[in-house]
Every structure is written in structure tokens, then in C-alpha cells.
């Protein structure tokens, strides 16, 4: 029943527009209008623990609302949160070896990557966690494994060279598990020794390993996965596996480290530049690759300056100085008279009756780089190639592959130490040593030497201190690390471009192609990091770190 309240001392209800409003009676009152009395706190309590859980849901829904939505939406957002490793960090590398999640019982995907070089064929296997940090297969944080010669020794027969990967092959999928071979990719890229052959010959030795490759792995494979890389992304790639083994990934691009690896048939230069810097570039030719590739990794852009010189790795580099010299070359030590073959030619290397020298060797080899070819960018390093600007990213090197070799045999850098610091200049008084010697009285001197490469001794190492200080500008007193592997956590990873397309392979679709990694926008990258939140961090989860 409702009835129209009246305005009294102890009740009073606000009039608006003239209209009455109306409320109802309480149960109270309707008693007492009915002559009964309300009921006791005693009735009231006994009646609610009578009243069904339903009505007492419905009674307290607004205290239950209250209460019940935060903690949904924070049990959501724990949910959505990626699992990060114990040191506290969202990235592509973490170097803590003691987790609370023993690695045996976290997600594994492995990825097996060939490096077709033209010294030699090696296979890398790698293990990577649900955070793509790299755990261990057994003992090593990879597999490692290699044979010479490379596929480009078997240019009159494709078949030969593919079946040169057998026990490569072999060794890769016996520490993959069998349950995880239809899972792990596998991928072939051939490097310099490939591109430098003529004609069809390269084709014909890529369908090879394809077809090998189809008939005998158990892998997970496509045909597009063999091919030979271009220049600039075996430089990415090497770039993108130092940072991520230094753990520099993520951080502001002066922080990270710059690259020059000396492979056999082409030396690559890459480092992170400024975005001003990057706006300045040169635009390529037509047919060339840009000198500036745009990452997006663990959250930040970098601008990476990269690129390859091809003809200018340490074999090709003889070539090449055997060329610009003529019948006797300064560079070759004396005794020795005979011929270099590289890329399908062959070129005569004899020494002058003079002997080697390290002056005129140095004054060959300069002219075999082109240092003095006219330059139309702002600043070139040789061969009229623009330099990136230098800058920050520059400032740290860490130089690869064959540099590294070559100081461990004539002994100046420990073979057994992954890492040496030293200066070019050193480079240059090694070659000054060797370039006095007879080849009889260098077999002494360098007994590490394999005797294929001592007449070239001379050769090798005048061309890597001209290469650093002629080629690239780089002070002969300045600081530079020679790295053969890098540490990463208490073990030893080879400081080699198959780590980053590995780590490609991971991040992109496994039906993505190697060309998919570098790329000129930022989507690719930010969809694949999206795809594993892992990998995709805020600037101020970096900040923290």
C-alpha cells in the first residue's frame, strides 16, 4: 500500500514541480497499522538465517560488485603478463644461469641454421626457451660443427657439394629431439663463396642442398630456406648475434657495439647509427642494397648502418691484390712461386726476386681497395662507399671471423682465449714481421700456420691492418676486440651470423623467408614481437634496466 507522505516535524520529503512523491511503508509501520508490534532483533536474526543464499546474493549484490571487480581485474591482468626469467627481465637475452624453472621442464624450440661459407660448410643447433633465451643442448649452449671444404670447392658437381652436408646433417638432428624434428626448422644460407661463382653455378648447387635436403632431413623444411644471403643481411644478422649475446638488445643504440666480420669472400661493417644520421643516407643504386636497415628489437628502433664490400673477404682480398700487382707480387713471401685459385680462376702468385716487402705490400693492397676512389657522399670509407656517419654505435667494435684466425695463428692473440683487445697496430707489426721472412724461415716462426696459407702470410695480415685503417678510418692506436665466441651465461656461443637468423627463425612465422628479416618499416617486427610478448617490452620496462 502506498500512501502520500505528509509533511510533519518527522518527516519530510523535498517537493519539486509540484509534485508529491511517494515512498513505501516499512514493514514496521505496516505492523503497527495492523495492530501488531515489530518483530525483536532476536526474530530478525532467525529469520535471516533462514532466508535462502540466492536472496542473500541479491540483498548484497552492491557490497559483492564493490568488491568483486578489482579483483577480477587484477587476476586479468596477471594473467596477460608475460613470464619474465628471475633477474627480473622481459628480453632477448638474459645472462642469469640460475632460474627457479629447472630448463629441462620450460618449453624448448631448437632451430638448426648451415653457414655455407667459402672456407668451409658449418652447421649451429640451438635451443631457445619460451623467452627465446638460449639453454643448453647437453653441455654447450650449442652445437657447433664444420667441414671443409665449402660448397663452392664442388662448383662442377651440385650433387658432391650437397652431399658434403651429410654428416652435418647428421650431427644436427641427433641432439634435436626426434618428437621436435617436425618442429625445427632448417635453414641453409650460403654467404660470398656462393655469389662470386659464375653463370648458373650457384643455382644449380642451392637446388642440390634442396633436394638433399628434401630426401634426407626429417627437419622441418621449406625450398626457400636455401639461399644465398645478400650482404646486407649476413651483416644484420651478425650485428643482431653479438648485441644479443652482450645483452645490449633493448638498449639505446650508443650503447650497443658495432661489427666488422671478415668472412672469406666479403667483409661486412655494420653498426647502429641516429635516426638524423639515418635521414641523411645516400639513396642506393639501382640494384644495391640500402645502407640503412630499420630493427625493431626488444622494444626499441634502431637504425643499423650495414655493408657488405663482396670481393673483399681475405680470399677474395688475394685475388684482388694479386690482380693489381701483376707475375710477382711484394706481398708473397719469398721461395715461393706458384698459383692461387679463387672463384673458378686462377691467378699466378710468385714472390719478386726481392723478396716480400711490408712497404710496397702495403702500397698494393691499398690500390686493390680503391682507398682513393672519388667519393660523392659526404664521407666514404673505400670504393667510393658511403661510411654511416660514424658516431656511437660505432665507437665499440668487435671484429670477426678471419681477423681473429689469422692473430691466433701467427700466435700474437691466445687461440685458446675467445676474446683478445688489442689495436690495428698491432695487425700492421705482425705483418711487418712476416713480410721479412723467407717461406723456409717462416714454417719456423709460425709453426700454427697452415701450409697453404703461409706464402700469404704477408699478404693476410698487411691487408687486415689496411682494411682497419685505410679502409675503415679506424685509429691504429684505438681499441678493438677480436671475438672468436662471446659468453653468455657460464658458457662460450660462437660469435657467428646463424645465431640471428636462428633468432629470426624463432621470431618470424617459421613460413616466413630469411629476406623477411630486414625490413624498412616497423610492422613485421612489431607483429612478430606482439606474437611472442616475451619479446615486445615497453621503453619503461628498458628504463629499469
Known amino acids: 500500500m502506498l500512501e502520500p507522505v505528509q509533511e510533519s516535524q518527522s518527516l519530510k520529503a523535498p517537493i519539486n514541480n509540484a509534485q508529491i512523491r511517494y515512498r513505501s511503508l516499512s514493514a514496521a509501520e505496516l505492523l503497527e497499522g495492523q495492530g501488531q508490534s515489530p518483530p525483536s532483533d532476536q526474530d530478525r536474526m532467525k529469520r535471516t538465517r533462514q532466508e535462502p543464499l540466492s536472496d542473500k546474493i541479491y540483498r548484497f549484490r552492491g557490497v559483492i560488485l564493490v568488491v568483486s571487480v578489482p579483483l577480477l581485474l587484477i587476476s586479468f591482468v596477471v594473467f596477460l603478463m608475460p613470464r619474465v626469467p628471475s633477474d627480473g627481465r622481459v628480453s632477448l637475452s638474459s645472462h642469469s644461469s640460475s632460474r627457479k624453472t629447472s630448463p629441462d621442464r620450460r618449453s624448448k624450440s631448437y632451430a638448426v641454421i648451415f653457414d655455407a661459407g667459402s672456407s668451409g660448410s658449418r652447421v649451429h643447433v640451438y635451443c631457445f626457451d619460451e623467452n627465446l ?17 665449402g660448397l663452392s670447392a664442388y662448383a662442377s658437381n651440385p650433387q658432391e657439394a650437397a652431399d658434403s652436408l651429410q654428416l652435418l646433417l647428421q650431427d644436427a638432428e641427433s641432439v634435436v629431439p626426434s618428437a621436435l624434428h617436425h618442429k625445427t626448422p632448417v635453414r641453409v644460407g650460403a654467404t660470398a663463396g656462393l655469389r662470386a661463382l659464375e653463370g648458373d653455378t650457384s643455382d644449380r648447387i642451392l637446388q642440390a642442398v634442396r633436394d638433399f635436403l628434401e630426401d634426407k632431413s626429417s627437419l622441418k623444411f621449406k625450398p626457400d630456406w636455401v639461399t644465398v644471403l645478400d650482404g646486407s643481411q649476413e651483416g644484420a644478422f651478425q650485428w643482431v648475434t653479438i648485441n644479443y649475446l652482450l645483452g645490449k638488445l633493448g638498449k639505446k643504440y650508443s ?46 628502433k634502431y637504425f643499423l648502418y650495414v655493408h657488405s664490400y ?10 684482388e691484390i694479386l690482380k693489381a700487382e701483376g707475375p710477382e707480387n711484394p706481398c708473397i ?22 723478396g716480400s716487402s711490408y712497404k710496397e705490400c702495403r702500397r698494393t693492397v691499398i690500390k686493390a681497395l680503391k682507398v682513393n676512389e672519388s667519393c660523392t657522399h659526404m664521407k666514404c670509407t673505400f670504393g667510393g662507399v658511403w661510411n654511416g ?5 660505432q665507437k665499440k667494435l668487435f671484429v670477426a671471423s678471419f681477423f681473429f684466425d689469422r692473430a691466433a695463428e701467427a700466435g700474437f692473440v691466445d687461440s685458446k682465449q ?4 688489442l ?22 716462426t709460425y709453426p700454427h700456420v697452415e701450409a697453404d696459407n703461409l706464402p700469404y702470410l704477408c699478404l693476410d695480415l698487411t691487408y687486415q691492418y689496411s682494411l682497419l685503417v685505410d679502409g675503415f678510418a679506424i685509429g691504429p692506436w684505438q681499441d678493438i676486440t677480436l671475438v672468436k665466441q662471446v659468453k653468455y ?33 616497423e610492422s613485421d617486427f612489431i607483429v612478430a614481437h606482439r606474437k611472442r610478448t616475451a619479446l615486445y617490452v615497453t621503453q619503461q620496462v628498458n628504463a629499469a634496466y
Open 489 to 521: 651465461g657460464d658458457a662460450l656461443v660462437e660469435a657467428a651470423w646463424p645465431l640471428g637468423s636462428a633468432i629470426e627463425a624463432q621470431i618470424i612465422s617459421p613460413q616466413g623467408s630469411m629476406n623477411s628479416y630486414t625490413c624498412n618499416s
Open 255 to 300: 650503447k650497443t657495439v658495432g661489427v666488422v666480420d671478415l668472412g672469406g669472400g666479403s667483409v661486412q661493417m655494420a653498426y647502429a647509427i641516429s635516426e638524423k644520421d639515418a635521414a641523411k643516407s645516400p639513396k642506393p643504386a639501382p640494384g644495391e642494397d640500402s645502407y640503412v636497415k630499420e630493427l625493431f628489437l626488444k622494444g626499441t
Open 418 to 421: 675467445p676474446v683478445a683487445i
Open 333 to 354: 713471401l719469398n721461395g715461393y712461386h706458384g698459383s692461387y685459385k679463387y672463384g673458378g680462376a686462377k691467378y699466378e702468385a710468385s714472390a719478386k726476386n726481392s
Open 389 to 393: 656517419g660514424g658516431g656511437d654505435g
Open 133 to 149: 633465451d638460449l639453454v643448453p643442448i647437453g653441455k654447450e649452449l650449442e652445437l657447433f660443427k664444420q667441414k671443409k671444404p
Open 310 to 319: 663482396l670481393h673483399y673477404g681475405l680470399l677474395a682480398a688475394r685475388a
Open 423 to 444: 689495436k690495428p697496430a698491432d695487425f700492421q707489426e705482425e705483418a711487418q714481421r712476416a713480410c721479412e721472412l723467407s717461406l723456409e724461415d717462416a714454417k719456423n
